[in-house]
T-cell receptor, first 118, second 115 residues
Framework: AQTVTQSQPEMSVQEAETVTLSCTYDTSESDYYLFWYKQPPSRQMILVIRQEAYKQQNATENRFSVNFQKAAKSFSLKISDSQLGDAAMYFCAYRRTGGRDSNYQLIWGAGTKLIIKP | DTEVTQTPKHLVMGMTNKKSLKCEQH?????MYWYKQKAKKPPELMFVYSYEKLSINESVPSRFSPECPNSSLLNLHLHALQPEDSALYLCASSQDPHRVLWEQYFGPGTRLTVT
């Protein structure tokens, strides 16, 4: 069974600085997708970035980028130039590509609470 | 329009009440989901509808009854709930799940309190 581990329950960073959130996962699959979701206090879960396992290039979305290390099964999120609006719970998630029912399942990490210090 | 809407935002109900949660999307998505989320925990999948048919029921108690009247609407009917059912209920939708790549878009949730 696949598992996703976020080892940092809470992280804090000074505004305008860079922070990296860690995520590791365990799978025997070779093809899959990885996601970072953000859930601010307003509660809405927002997709931040996704990575397809077959792509070697790390995904980037504006100030958000990932360091995807497939062999190490690591998928960290780097947030550059942190802003107050980045304060949220961040969840790492995994999804298989094969099979019909398994397509629907997101395997979630426990989450990391990110605090931005002004 | 990449929006999933949910009503109500907050709901307080007694254990003998019957209430419903509503979710709507107009993105042409063909899969819709209900999740339950406790504080500081990741969401737990409850139900999945694909093309308006129930595809997944994650062994959810029968006091939760989902309904998908059409491809844009998803309801969750609640009856005889327990205090431990108090949680944030999230709805999500996604493109055709039979495609190679799709993403789930979430609504803002309904905060449910059972007294």
């Amino acid at each position: 069974a696949q598992t996703v581990t976020q080892s940092q329950p809470e992280m804090s960073v000074q505004e305008a600085e860079t922070v990296t959130l860690s995520c590791t996962y365990d799978t025997s699959e070779s093809d899959y997708y990885l996601f970072w979701y953000k859930q601010p206090p307003s509660r809405q879960m927002i997709l931040v970035i996704r990575q397809e396992a077959y792509k070697q290039q790390n995904a980037t979305e504006n100030r958000f980028s990932v360091n995807f290390q497939k062999a190490a099964k690591s998928f960290s999120l780097k947030i550059s130039d942190s802003q107050l609006g980045d304060a949220a719970m961040y969840f790492c998630a995994y999804r298989r590509t094969g099979g019909r029912d398994s397509n629907y399942q997101l395997i979630w990490g426990a989450g990391t609470k990110l605090i931005i210090k002004p | 329009d990449t929006e999933v809407t949910q009503t109500p935002k907050h709901l307080v109900m007694g254990m003998t009440n019957k209430k419903s949660l509503k979710c709507e999307q107009h993105m042409g998505h063909r899969a819709m989901y209900w999740y339950k989320q406790k504080a500081k925990k990741p969401p737990e999948l409850m139900f999945v509808y694909s093309y308006e048919k129930l595809s997944i029921n994650e062994s959810v108690p029968s006091r939760f009854s989902p309904e998908c009247p059409n491809s844009s609407l998803l309801n969750l009917h609640l009856h005889a709930l327990q205090p431990e059912d108090s949680a944030l209920y999230l709805c999500a939708s996604s493109q055709d799940p039979h495609r190679v790549l799709w993403e789930q878009y979430f609504g803002p949730g309904t905060r449910l309190t059972v007294t």
